[in-house]
Each structure stands twice: as structure tokens, then as C-alpha cells.
């Protein structure tokens, strides 16, 4: 059975490369496990404080500690990036 040209380019191709502004909360850590189950590189931005929520995500994506109003690291973040996720909660909004 001969493959569909686009889907033989998936499993083959380049790697696409994702940003997750807000990895380390609930829909963030979903949103990654997410884009990695799909073969996404993935880069996500937190809270220093919130790093260790990424953990079990350890050696398969990076992640830019930084305030999310960081224009500067968010900017250095999605650099080459093909998507950006912005899955934001305010800070300190139900023990975030």
C-alpha cells in the first residue's frame, strides 16, 4: 500500500518546533505532552518558581525560565519556532 505523500513528509521531514508560553500550569503541561506525543520539539516558557512542575518532561523539551511579560525571553523562546501557545492563567489566581 503506497503511503499519502504528506504523511510519508511527517514521519520524515524536518521536526517542527513549538512554544508553550505558560508550560508549567494544568492546560500548559497538557498542551506539551500533547505536541510531543505528536513528534513537536517544544519549548516552554515559566515561572522560575514553577521549572519543577516540568520535571517529568526532563531532557525531552527546553524550557526558558522567565516572567511571561519577558518580551525579550519569550522572544529568544519562539525563535524558529512554526507555533506559539500562549495557555496563561494570572498570577496568583486559585493558588497558581
Known sequence: MEQNSSEE???TG????MCVVGA???????????????GYEVVGVCREQSVGKLAEFEGHITVVPAATDDRA????????????????????????
Open 9 to 11: 513528509s511527517r514521519r
Open 73 to 96: 525571553a519569550v522572544a529568544r523562546a519562539v525563535d524558529g519556532c512554526q507555533a506559539v501557545l500562549t495557555v496563561l492563567a494570572p498570577w496568583g489566581m486559585k493558588h497558581y
Open 14 to 17: 524536518p521536526r517542527k518546533k
Open 24 to 38: 508549567s500550569g494544568k492546560l500548559g503541561r497538557y498542551m506539551v505532552r500533547h505536541a510531543l506525543d505528536r
